[in-house]
């Protein structure tokens, strides 16, 4: 289980983006810390044979059809197809693959696709994907590779931590298996069907026509793909575990793996393991004994080891050790990988919610679909990071990963930057289809200490009513298994409903998703409150909650633009506000905390309005990552920072003389509001809530000052500006790693003569990307906006756009370039910027 293998996880730096913030501290704790992971990634490649390879780069893609065989490369053009091993022509050397269309992963092809106006698709943001549309439903990927001659007699499998959806793979002519879901990881042995000292073919056909969720999903190898060459005597697939019990000052560690013999006569194997602090210094060890493992059979390793005085994982100094597991038989190392951790406690209480390490925490969380502008569902690994630090920016302390396993690269970020999380696997179901995808989930992340509940699923309608025997059932299978799995973590699902029977009697934590009942249906009582009468020594937590809706920089709700008010006032039937959901989650002690629906927006489920809007407006910021204004919210009430968060913009020349509704977000103990230095009067701030002026609108300056102790401690203005006259770009980093797969994510705006941006501007700017890198995408946080992601041209929304530029193998940079054409508004002069890529230790790679 090689954590550390990701050069540019932790290159983060910056926080960020929208609010163009400085570094973040946990972040740039993250940094210290992975410099250390090289030094032991390096030091354990020396100590054993095993290799993890990269399969990302130099890929071919081929346009296949659902329907047609003759435009999806012949396949299935009678029913012989399969009739006879090693067959298949377009994974043999002769096969010409010259004009398919050159790339790297991860890749998603659906975000390329056009929108289409079928309401069919609303759900999938109006992507052509399904059955209806089998001429863009279809893909094919296609490389060549070499294989030494010298790893002939080791296991090489092929490792797919994500595809969507339903992949067929076959090398060398070969078919070697298929998968059908698009979330769970997936491997294939290739170990008898690879041709050692020469080339091999590999093809995948992704097939999207099905999908698994209701939600924009993506289509094609979206997640990172690997080669991993091991010994016939070697650890298994996350295998390793390592679980923490903590006594006063001190931790044991109770270890175990389990270790396959693939190899042809019986071997007697001992486990050791070396446990290195973040400092990479050897602070235990321990081993079992020795066994004889017959052939194709496997054997249980286990030890203890105590850890004097360990620093435990918190969110302030989210603090990781590592395990180096290392088999030994005969003298020799036949594999190790290493495996990170934090020691750490949790324990959820049916009075005081949840505690970690013994203290009170109130989970402040977020639930995030796994897409982004411009890049979709193929997010580079440095968006994770800039993702997660925009959310801890707000105060955020964990993340529900709605509705699937995450990605890897999602939970070391979690791990490094000290934010939990609430893992969710996508079917809820005890078939052997469903078990298999919780069982992949548990075991691979469950050394992770961000990871503090296992989730069964989401609003299984049918299994919390009608079917509530079988749903409690399904459930109860899948909690069981999840507790032999890992003892360590409670279980809990998303429920809307059937609280009283079905999948909710089979929880350890009930998780209730909205049903506040008083806040919006005056003659309903909430369900958490009618569920805590009837069961007082539940554990509860608010699994999904809130879905406010809001439209990033619009102060009022627009029906024929499908723009909503930013204003904290919008909401779907079943939902909450912002204020509404909090203030109730943070008086009752006894609830754990909550998960508000969503952190970013998403693409499909255009909510509250369908076409042309593509996407959600259910997001706390935009598809970009920009905040909107109640993100202030949340970041004076989830945060520790003083925070004063003065809106609207003042650009309202068409309502001269009209009020408009001036609202402040603050911690503050008092706020006095002034319009071109006269004051509009003071309020005293109210916890949890927000404060609000009436003001007759006269361009010029508002100015907000946030009081404590009766002392001016923070001050906010908004101004009229004037129309754009310059264009501003500005990186979260200006350095990044020349690896291939780096990024920099760029913010765009306009500037007045005054050097003030413009937050109404809209002007179409375009881009030209040259040196050492190119564009992986664009966007603008514009719901409606159906715009090209990958074009070298967007639109302003309300003053801002985001760039994505990738960096090549080459060091040296990356030269962004900017100008406006002349519709809409007028012609803007260029303006460029550079980013240096800097040469790095590449990532082993095949």
């Known amino acids: 289980m090689p954590v550390f293998t990701r050069r540019e996880l932790l290159r983060s730096g910056i926080a960020l983006s929208a609010t163009s913030l400085v570094a973040n501290s946990a972040v740039a704790r993250a940094e210290t810390l992975f410099a250390a992971a090289e030094t032991s990634a390096g030091s354990l490649a020396a100590l054993a044979p095993r290799e993890r390879l990269l399969l990302d780069f130099g890929w071919k893609f ?27 022509g377009f994974a043999k050397e002769k096969f010409d693959d010259s004009k398919w269309k050159s790339l790297n992963l991860p890749h998603d092809w659906a975000v390329e696709l056009p929108f289409v106006d079928d309401e069919a ?72 069907f690879l041709i050692y000292g020469g080339k091999n073919y590999l093809v995948v056909r992704m097939d999207a026509s099905f999908g698994d969720g209701w939600f924009y999903e993506g289509a094609g190898i979206y997640r990172h793909l690997w080669l991993t060459k091991t010994e016939a005597l070697h650890l298994g697939r996350w295998e390793s575990f390592v679980r923490s019990e903590v006594h006063g000052d001190n931790a044991t560690l109770n270890l175990g793996t389990v ?104 989970i402040k969380g977020t639930c995030n679909h796994q897409d982004h502008a411009g890049v979709g569902a193929a997010l580079p690994d440095r968006l994770q ?76 309608w049918h299994l919390q009513g009608d079917l509530a025997d079988q749903g409690e059932r399904i459930v109860g299978a899948m909690v069981r298994r999840s507790h032999e799995l890992d003892p360590t973590r409670l279980c ?48 509860t937590i608010g699994s999904e909650t809130a879905s406010a809706v809001s439209t990033r920089g619009i102060y009022s709700t627009d029906k024929l633009r499908n723009w909503v008010s930013a204003y904290d006032v919008n909401h779907p039937a079943w939902a909450e506000l912002a204020e509404e959901w909090w203030k109730y989650y943070a008086e009752r002690e006894w609830l754990a905390g909550g998960f508000a629906w969503t952190g970013f927006d998403y693409r499909g489920e255009p909510t509250p309005y369908g076409w042309p809007s593509i996407n959600s407006q259910f997001g706390i910021v935009d598809m970009c990552g920009f905040p909107k204004d109640s993100f202030f919210y949340y970041k004076a009430w989830w945060g520790s920072e003083p925070v004063l968060h003065l809106f609207p913009h003042w650009n309202w020349e068409e309502r001269l003389g009209e009020p408009v509704s001036v609202w402040v977000h603050s911690n503050a103990d008092e706020v006095e509001l002034f319009l071109n230095g006269q004051s509009q009067g003071s309020q005293k701030v109210v916890p949890l809530t927000h404060l609000e002026w009436k003001v007759k609108y006269e361009p010029g300056v508002i100015e907000a000052r946030g009081s404590k102790n009766g002392k001016v401690i923070l001050v906010e203005k908004r101004q009229t500006t004037g129309k754009p006259e310059s264009i501003k770009l500005t990186a979260d980093r200006l350095e990044i790693d020349a690896d291939g797969a780096d990024i920099a994510v760029l913010r765009v705006e306009v500037l007045d003569k005054e050097g003030r941006a413009v937050p109404t501007a809209d002007n179409k ?82």
Not at 503 to 522: C, E, Q, R, S
């Open 62 to 88: 081929f346009q296949g059809n659902g329907n047609d065989p003759s435009h999806d490369l012949g396949f299935g053009a009678d029913q012989g197809d399969f009739a006879k091993s090693g067959d298949f």
């Open 121 to 192: 698709l609303q759900g999938h943001g109006y992507k052509p994907l399904g059955r209806r549309y089998p001429e863009t439903s279809v893909g094919w990927y296609r490389r060549s590779f070499e294989i030494p001659k010298e790893d002939s007699g080791r296991r090489i499998s092929l490792e797919f931590d994500g595809a969507f959806r339903s992949a067929l793979v076959f090398l060398n002519g070969f078919f070697i298996g298929r998968n059908d879901n698009g979330y769970a990881p997936f491997s294939f042995d290739l170990s008898d």
């Open 259 to 362: 270790v396959q013999n693939q190899g042809k006569q019986a071997t007697a194997c001992r486990v050791q393991w070396k446990i290195l602090d973040a400092a990479k210094k050897t602070v235990a060890t321990g081993e079992a004994a020795a066994q004889t493992i017959a052939a194709d059979a496997s054997a249980n390793f286990t030890a203890s080891v105590k850890l004097a005085k360990p620093t435990l994982w918190s969110l302030e100094t989210p603090t990781l050790y590592t395990a180096v597991v290392t088999v030994v038989s005969d003298g020799k190392t036949t594999d190790a990988e290493q495996v990170s951790f934090g020691v750490r406690t949790i324990r959820f209480d049916a009075d005081k919610g949840f505690f970690l390490n013994g203290k009170s925490v109130k």
């Open 385 to 460: 990071w800039y993702r997660l630090a925009v959310l801890k920016e707000m105060g955020s302390n964990a993340v529900r990963t709605s509705h699937n396993m995450p990605t890897p690269e999602w939970v070391e970020a979690c791990d490094h930057m000290g934010m939990m999380m609430m893992c969710e696997t996508r079917m809820m179901s005890s078939n052997d289809e469903g078990l298999a995808q919780l069982e992949a989930m548990v075991k691979r992340y469950r050394n992770s200490p961000s990871i503090i509940l296992w989730s069964m699923g989401n609003e299984e």
């Open 492 to 539: 809990t699902a998303a429920d809307n409903g059937g609280y009283e029977k079905g999948v909710v009697n089979a929880l350890d934590v009930v998780g209730f998703n909205y049903n506040l009942g008083l806040l919006t249906k005056p003659n309903q009582p909430s369900a958490p409150d009618t569920y805590r009468k009837t069961h007082p020594h539940a554990l």
């Open 765 to 846: 700017i375009v881009f030209k990307i040259t040196g050492d890198g190119a564009l992986l995408g664009v966007g603008n946080g514009d719901p409606n906006c159906q715009e090209s992601d990958k074009e070298p041209k967007r639109s302003l929304f309300n003053g801002l756009a985001q760039v994505i530029v990738q960096a090549s193998k080459t060091p040296g940079q990356i030269v962004v370039e900017a100008y406006a054409e002349e519709w809409p508004g007028p012609k803007l002069p260029s303006v460029k910027l550079a980013i240096a890529t800097k040469k790095v230790e590449l990532r082993p790679e095949i």
